[in-house]
């Protein structure tokens, strides 16, 4: 922008106007390409290692695949009509969301409470801290080889313990009725952790002040919870939401270690059912079909969160 | 007994009990490691160990390469940290701050990358990095992560959370985006950056399918691979497999208490308020 330093006749409004206009051009050309060029890496490397696989296994869900995983003949829509006339797809459809109800709401509850119980200013706060972070040290590969102990059907100290309480033993991973809660409860455990410290965090960020004023408005603490923490970090109640629903969406390794999809496919979630057609049985169209159908559920359902939560969350 | 001392009293037994139940699996881990292999098999279970075994450890050494696989772990989860701390943090300033046509569409984009499940691009992407001579490096096991649409979200949402009235004061002082970008939203940030930091490091860092497919030299096994060495059958000795995820949970465990800190810190009110 250049600065007209003149002060004798004062510029035609016109020009004003014009250049003015000229240089907000400028400015918004500059944004946008500034914007593009923020955007390139990520952009780029999204295309190279997730779009492009993606269209390559939709051109795969159109055919049909002999054992070695090559393309042997063009199917057309055969695969999905295939899965979506199957009972098995169905079973693991409904088996998917049960486990999403299983570990998603209580899953934010827990970290909901325990970030708001632990952000008083007390004695050993930073430890208790650090001790309701701790799952998020834990890979799931390492954290199912836990639990695979702690339901251990002749090892399991959760049975004695439970045996102390008078309880008969629970055949955690072998009972159809117990699996999917089994493998929901060890899931709620690993995101603990993550969950607790993006509520944490969005807890911190509420101004200070806001909790002095209502302090001395006479508001009790639950009544700022409500009033005053909630609205305020529904940003990362929001986010805590969609990302929690799209992770138990994909939950794969714990099933894969713990129980392949058993007892009687009372754990068999749509991943693990893609998993098997496509790395057990080599059926890389049935398989890559049925995951373009999770993709556009998921999608779905993000979509509508976004519609009927955004409209609620409170940006400042 | 006043009120408040009692209501005090009560969160911190509620405070313990869950800090007790939440670190019991951890804690399991930790005792039957230093269990003899009687001990890690007796029924009833034991809690604590008689003495501690530390010859657990040194079998895991010997069964496996660990120290080895522990550094390859840190190269690639350390990469992988850098490089979605750079690409989220510039996609998105452009999604909280920028004005471009096609944003929706875009931003619609990066989210639904974070829905592709990852079981479906994994065949083609092995074919990608094979083609590239990239199977068995460190390049091959870091590039496909080094963009995270779950990152640009989490620092998007952070963002949007700062107030409105600092950019408009450096505007009005003149800055650029890039400027303001550098100066004043990644430093406000370090908090969003600091969770992002830690979770990067910490997933990568238990990629399991990944390696596994694309490694097959010994020496660039990574961490989550080297513990399936340590041969799980039925008659496990599970003091040295637990000896053994003590070892490889170290690390991440190091990381997290020196990585809590900025996070527990958080965004004082006054920093905010500038």
Known sequence: MEKDITFTAPLPRKSAVSRSAASLRTSRWKERSLAYLFLAPSLILFGIFLFYPLLKSIYLSMYLTDPQGRVASFAGLDNFKNVLTSEIFYNSLWITFKFILLT???????????????????????????????????????????????????????????????????????????????????????????????????????????????????????????????PLISPSLFFISVVSIISSFQSFAQIHILTKGGPMNSTDVLVYNIYQDAFINYRFGIGSAQALILFVLITALTIFQFKVGEKKVHYQ | MSIRAMNQTILYVVLSVSALLISFPLLFTLSSAFMSSAESASYPPRLLPSGLHWDNFHQVVQTVPVIRFITNSFIVAGAIMLGQLITGSMAAYAFAFLRFPGKALIFSLFLSTMMIPWEVTMIPNYLTVRSWHWLDSYQGLIAPFLASAFGTFLLRQYFLQLPKELFEAAKVDGCGHLRIFAQLVLPLSMPSLATLAVYSFLTNWSNYLWPLLITNKESMRTVQIGIGMLQFEEVTAWNVVMAGIIMMLLPSLILLVIGLKPLVRGITAGALKG
């Open chain 1, 104 to 230: 998603v709401p209580p899953g934010v509850a827990v970290a909901l409470l325990l970030a708001a119980l632990s952000i008083q200013k007390l004695r050993f706060t930073k430890l208790f801290q650090f001790f309701f972070s701790l799952p998020m040290a834990v890979s799931v590969g390492t954290g199912s080889i836990i639990w695979m102990v702690l339901y251990h059907p002749t090892l399991s100290i959760l049975n004695y313990a439970l045996g102390l309480a008078g309880i008969s033993p629970i055949a955690w991973l072998t009972d159809p009725k117990w699996a999917l809660i089994s493998i929901s409860l060890m899931t709620i455990w690993l995101n603990l952790g993550f969950n607790y410290i993006v509520m944490l965090s969005g807890m911190q960020s509420v101004p200070e002040d806001l909790y002095e004023s209502a302090k001395i408005d006479g508001s009790g603490s639950f009544r700022t919870f409500i009033r005053i923490t909630l």
